[in-house]
């Protein structure tokens, strides 16, 4: 057994032939799990590399047996792209695949999740994806708030195209990791994270795909850009749209036309959006007793709590309360 935590700055290098502490380094790591290894396990070996990156978690996983892993809900995004070998999965009730080098399993954070069989000669790529992270790439590449978080097709061809091209950018970034280089700098490490992304929101399928193929949020003006990057990285700052159009180098009565142009409502109507989309995210991932609505509410710049209410409801098809007992 051998369990080295640190080399480099977050790179775990993990060696193990006893399952319960396999099961814990990924429980650390990744997410809560079982490991069952049906035939007894006398050829168990666990091999984990395991990094960070900003919003992602890189790991590259073995078994050296047949094992089956059983998760419960995972509360991210997930790939796991087998580099040999291959593996059944399946997740909530109507999901089920097998992944293989050519075919990678996307895992939604919603559903009970299982590897049903990880076969023996398996090595596969694990990415876990930081649900919030994804969704406001998504957003600020569409310009626009999101009504929910976004839905991702289960199964990813990596054989060709975007997939396969952002699997190389992936395991480029791992290696570079593992060397220790300059991604352990912010400024190199950022806009990577960035384009790691946006190339996944690219390769996979999604009801937005035909949005973002298509070049017209890429038109969209620099003023407009700038404008929306301010309020998705401040939300709860008390933006005045004079204060936007500063912001964005042009006129208020610029940035009001070029926003209904080309995002179809207001900057402040958009800026409200955004918060409230915030609001969700947060009271969908809250507990009843511990999150309180109108101190949410509070803390996303609503200071009126029925208008508030009227207006989540109307974007959400919800009340506050309901979304954070259904969370």
């Known amino acids: 057994m051998h369990h080295s935590p640190h080399q480099g700055q977050n790179l775990l290098k993990f060696r193990t032939t006893d399952v319960d502490e396999a099961r814990q380094v990924m429980h650390e790591r990744f ?58 999965w399946r997740q909530g009730r ?32 694990a990415v876990k994806i930081d649900p919030e992270a994804l969704n406001e790439q ?19 061809d990596v ?10 950018m992936i395991r480029a970034a791992f290696a570079e990791i593992q060397v220790g280089g300059l991604l352990t700098r912010p400024m190199v490490a ?24 298509r070049p017209k949020t890429a038109l969209r003006p620099g003023h407009v850009k700038r404008a929306v990057e301010a309020m998705h990285s401040m939300p709860q700052h008390p933006f005045t749209v004079g204060e936007l159009a500063v912001l964005a180098g042009v006129s208020v009565r610029r940035l009001q036309e070029a926003f209904q142009q080309y995002v179809g409502m207001t ?10 989309t915030r609001v969700h995210d947060e009271l969908r991932r809250g507990t009843p ?39």
């Open 31 to 88: 997410y809560a799990n079982f490991i069952d290894v049906p035939d007894g396990g006398a050829e168990f070996m666990a091999r984990y590399d395991i990094a960070a990156l900003g919003p992602f978690a890189l790991g590259r996983l073995s078994f050296g047996a047949e094992v089956r892993i059983q998760f419960g809900e995972l509360g991210s995004y997930h790939v796991d792209i087998p580099l040999d070998g291959h593996l059944a």
């Open 267 to 276: 900057p402040l109507a958009y800026l409200t959006d955004v918060r409230l």
């Open 138 to 156: 998504l957003e600020r590449l569409l310009g626009r708030p999101l009504s929910t978080p976004v839905a991702l097709t289960p199964e990813l």
């Open 289 to 327: 007793g511990e999150v309180n609505v109108s101190e949410v509410a509070h803390r996303w710049s609503f200071g009126h709590l029925g208008r508030f209410a009227s207006r989540y409801r109307a974007r959400f098809g919800e009340l506050p309360s309901q979304t954070l007992r259904s969370g």
């Open 94 to 125: 109507h999901t089920k695949a097998v992944a293989t080098t050519a075919n990678a399993a996307v895992f939604q954070p919603h559903g009970d999740t299982a590897l049903d069989r990880v076969s023996t000669d398996c090595s596969m790529l």
């Open 190 to 213: 950022r806009p990577l994270q960035e384009s790691l992304l946006t190339g996944f929101l690219l390769a996979t399928g999604h009801r937005y795909r035909d949005e973002l193929d």
């Open 159 to 168: 054989a060709q195209g975007a997939g396969l091209s952002w699997v190389r």
